[in-house]
């Protein structure tokens, strides 16, 4: 089993930036898919970011292509999500996830393991 541990998360003006972290331990970490996922209030939570196990493939959402970079560690069992430019429609609880690495983890059936979440706030 995978635990995942957010932290980075806070409060940020309009164009700000900010690094997500997500510690992992327990099960395949190297072996694994990983993604980011956000929910804002009152919405379902939606994809962000994935990447492949080595690294080497990533997939993002439409409304974060350019502005946030997701990746990963496998020496540290760390993954990243490093946002600029961000927006107040960026604010939203940021959640890790961990898959299969066989599936593109672009929906919330595709994850197996969660972290808690950060709160990300962007101020207008």
């Known amino acids: 089993q995978v635990q995942l541990v957010e932290s980075g998360g806070g409060l940020v003006q309009t164009g700000g930036s900010l690094r997500l972290s997500c510690a992992a331990s327990?099960?395949?970490?190297?072996?694994?898919?990983l993604g980011w996922f956000r929910q804002a209030s009152g919405k379902g939570r939606e994809f962000v970011a994935s990447?492949?196990?080595?690294?080497?493939?990533?997939l993002y959402a439409n409304s974060v292509k350019g502005r946030f970079t997701i990746s990963r560690d496998n020496a540290k069992n760390m993954v990243y999500l490093q946002m600029v430019s961000l927006k107040p429609e960026d604010t939203a609880v940021y959640y890790c996830?961990?898959?299969?690495?066989?599936?593109?983890?672009?929906?919330?059936?595709?994850?197996?393991?969660w972290g808690q979440g950060t709160q990300v706030t962007v101020s207008s």
């Open positions: 996830a961990a898959g299969n690495a066989f599936v593109p983890l672009t929906t919330t059936s595709q994850a197996i393991y």
């Open positions: 327990g099960g395949s970490f190297g072996s694994s898919r």
């Open positions: 990447i492949s196990p080595n690294g080497g493939s990533t």
